[in-house]
Nanobody
Framework: QVQLVESGGGLVQPGGSLRLSCAAS????????MGWFRQAPGKEREFVAA??????YLANSVKGRFTISRDNAKNTVYLQMNSLKPEDTATYYC????????????WGQGTQVTVSS
């Protein structure tokens, strides 16, 4: 199992920006598909973004505002969040899917993002 540690959450005003980071263990990080998910109070967890070797995917609700990227040399994946809205408030989780897995099998502890004036 991959160990994941998120950081970068916090309180930000509407329209502001945050960058989340997720540091992963493992010597084959470049082969992992990495994802970001979020869960707001009283709601189910939802997909936000994912990045594989050459492709990235974004939920429609964040397209044009969020960007996912990775630095394989640092075993880190990032989620740049711009033009934040109150509805982006949630706990954000980093997840990893290794080559042998059919789904995301490793999860971080989560980092809180609160968008409020």
């Amino acid at each position: 199992q991959v160990q994941l540690v998120e950081s970068g959450g916090g309180l930000v005003q509407p329209g502001g920006s945050l960058r989340l980071s997720c540091a992963a263990s493992g010597r084959t990080f470049s082969s992992y598909t990495m994802g970001w998910f979020r869960q707001a109070p009283g709601k189910e967890r939802e997909f936000v973004a994912a990045i594989a070797w050459n492709d990235d995917y974004l939920a429609n609700s964040v397209k044009g505002r969020f960007t996912i990227s990775r630095d394989n040399a640092k075993n880190t994946v990032y989620l740049q969040m711009n033009s934040l809205k109150p509805e982006d408030t949630a706990t954000y989780y980093c997840a990893a899917r290794t080559k042998g897995e059919s789904d995301f099998g490793s999860w971080g502890q989560g980092t809180q993002v609160t968008v409020s004036s």
